[in-house]
């Protein structure tokens, strides 16, 4: 039998309604299939958008190339310093900014070619070192510091990659060499390293520094000294003149106030300019005053003067036998210019008496004379804010005639600072007081000063020391209207262990004014030579003429007026002896 659609019509329509659901399934797979694909494109930009914000976010927070050099020199870059000042205010020492040259080797694409660009700029450096430097995979190096604007202008033209600037502190001193002994000096990272710059650093400006704070440029309180320009210029001016008139290897200076202590000038020739520190190091730039030794000669003798005097072991009335030279084993005690006859203990100190002196210093005693040596701080090291300062020498065996050569100042080395500072006891009524750079009262001065000797010493001392100026080797420095007094002291200088005839260290002592001591100068001549042909090469002829100059120029700075004398008017120190 034959079946026809017909026969069977729910078969002729289940045929359309498979082909329908095809479709839609079809079109579901595609839908997923575009919905998928717009998910996978969003998810794809989201990401790629968070990985670029991301980055942003990162460099945005992250410090640029400069202060990530900056963080990793941070214990490199020069530390900002205050200012030096001197007591009027004047400056000293002051930071300048000023840019150094530093390189990121890991950024640089052709080490060669950065070094030719550089090189070419700065032609001091050197090519084959700063290749080396510049081939590693360091992330910073520096090139060189503290380089000139118009460098940095002309190096940052030629766009070199992986190479950039930083700024830092320059110490900068306007006086150059003027006060350069007493300000001292920096190293390249601004450190102190000589003077009142490293002790400033040794009292915490280095920790500060060591902490992180080398950047810092917030003002600092500026340090102030008891310096004064004006003065400190006098006395190097006639140092330097000195130099020259008397064609010495050397000269040196030291002014301090004698009721508070306070140094107010002090100079060593050959000295160096701090701003461009070449010659600091070389032997003969040391600061003589406090970290040089020397024999001082009869400027020495002040000293015995006064130990005898106040022990009352010697009075001014006594007189000792001078006739004739003294032999102490195969040593012969003898005086420069002999009188040959008994002296006072006055005409001892006027004519400089090598006979006299040593007299007195055995009338007093070995073991008096070491006690006020010490007393005197003549045998011990110096306190003193200047880090620069050298003990003394003093005999090793305390023989006889180890006791009468020290006593005119043979065999016994001292700085010109001690020398200065025990004549400031001497005449401002036997107070003992430490050198200070720094301001200081009378009063903080006196509740520091220690006893050296009575007050009728000090005037016995101060009588002597202008009875000198008056008739004795310091005429020259007596300048009319001061009422100055001092010693003067030619010493032979020492070669291989052994004096040199014709060759000495003269040095002259003075106090002004001497009947209300303000002031005491100590002045020294290394190795002078006579002016002209026919004068002395002795410290009455040189030494005296810088002091009384220093005196005369410098006088009106410190306030002290001259005062007129009636001409004939005796002079009222000496009338009472």
Known sequence: MTMTLTDHPETLNRAPLARDESAAVAARKRQEQTRSRIVLAVGAFVLLYGIIGGRL???????????????????????????????????????????????????????????????????????TALRKKLSTKAGFVWVKREITPTQQAQIHDLGIPGVGFLTENKRFYPGGPAAAH????????????????????ERGLSDLHNAGFAMKTNAQEPVRLSIDLRVQHVLRDELVGAM??????????????????????????PDFDPNDPVDANKPDRLNRITAGTFELGSVFKSFTFAMALDSGKVKMTDSFDARSPIRVGRQLIRDSHPEGRYLSVPEIFRYSSNIGTAKMALAIGQETQQDYLKKFG????????????????????????????????????????????????????????????????????????????????????????????VNGSGRHADVPGY???????????????????????????????????????????????????????????????????????????????????????????????
Request: charged content about 20%; aromatic content about 6%.
């Open 57 to 127: 976010v990162q460099l945005g927070a992250s410090e640029p190339a400069d202060a990530a050099a900056r963080g990793s020199a941070a214990s490199a870059v020069a530390t900002a310093r205050p200012d030096i000042v001197d007591r009027n205010g004047e400056i000293l020492a002051t930071d300048i900014r000023t840019a150094s040259l530093y390189a990121e080797p890991n950024k640089i694409v052709d080490p060669d070619e950065a070094t030719e660009l550089i090189t070419s700029v700065l032609q001091d450096l050197d090519a």
């Open 182 to 201: 007493i300000v001292g000096l920096v190293n390249i990272d601004n450190q102190g390293i000589a003077g009142i710059e490293r002790t400033v650093d």
């Open 244 to 269: 020259q008139k008397y064609r010495a290897v050397a000269a040196m200076g030291v002014l301090v106030n004698a009721k508070t202590g306070e140094v107010i000038a002090l100079a060593s020739l």
């Open 378 to 469: 003549l045998s011990t090291k110096l306190k003193t804010e200047l880090p620069e300062v050298a003990t003394p020498q003093v005999p090793r065996r305390w023989s006889t005639a180890a006791q009468m050569t020290v006593a005119f100042g043979h065999g016994i080395a001292i700085t010109p600072m001690q020398a200065a500072m025990g004549d400031v006891a001497l005449v401002n009524g036997g107070n003992f007081l430490s050198p200070t750079f720094f301001p200081r009262t009378q009063e903080q001065a006196m509740a520091l000063a220690t006893p050296m000797v009575s007050k009728k010493t000090s005037d016995e001392m101060r009588w002597l020391f202008r009875y000198n100026a």
């Open 483 to 577: 009422v100055v007094g001092g010693k003067t002291g030619t010493a032979e200088k020492i070669a291989n262990g052994r004096y040199v005839e014709g060759h000495y260290l003269n040095s002259f002592l003075a106090t002004f004014p001497m009947d209300d001591p303000e002031y005491v100068l100590l002045v020294s001549v290394d190795d002078p030579k006579s002016e002209k042909p026919g004068l002395p090469a002795l410290a009455a002829w040189n030494a005296a003429y810088v002091a009384g100059n220093v005196i005369r120029r410098s006088a009106a700075f410190l306030g002290v007026q001259p005062r007129t004398e009636q001409e004939g008017h005796p002079d009222a120190m000496l009338v009472s002896y």
